[in-house]
């Protein structure tokens, strides 16, 4: 995680909804620099609901195949630790 992810979760820490123009102005730096940080920490949060709750997978994947990929992977990753 690098210092512009940090900057946009201390923004987001309270808790409270905003839109992309409130973010951005928030976090003080450029309009596709967040799009590009938001789109990282969203994968983020993807890899890690995979190991921790991957019964949920579901809810983070509009794409049926990826989601099958992802539970394969889960599969995967669990017979071989």
Do not use: I
């Not at 923004?11 to 590009?36: I, M, S, Y």
């Not at 983020?44 to 099958?68: C, E, G, I, M, W």
Request: hydrophobic content about 45%.
């Amino acid at each position: 995680m690098d210092l512009f992810e940090e900057r946009v979760l201390a923004v987001l820490n309270d808790g409270n909804p905003r839109v992309f123009a409130q973010l951005l102005d928030e976090v003080g730096f450029g309009r596709n620099t967040l799009k590009l940080r938001l789109k990282r920490l969203v994968q983020v949060v993807r890899y890690f609901a995979l190991f921790v709750f991957p019964q949920k997978v579901l809810l983070f994947s509009k794409d049926p195949r990826q989601t099958l990929n992802l539970k394969l992977k889960r599969q995967h990753a669990c017979m071989h630790s």
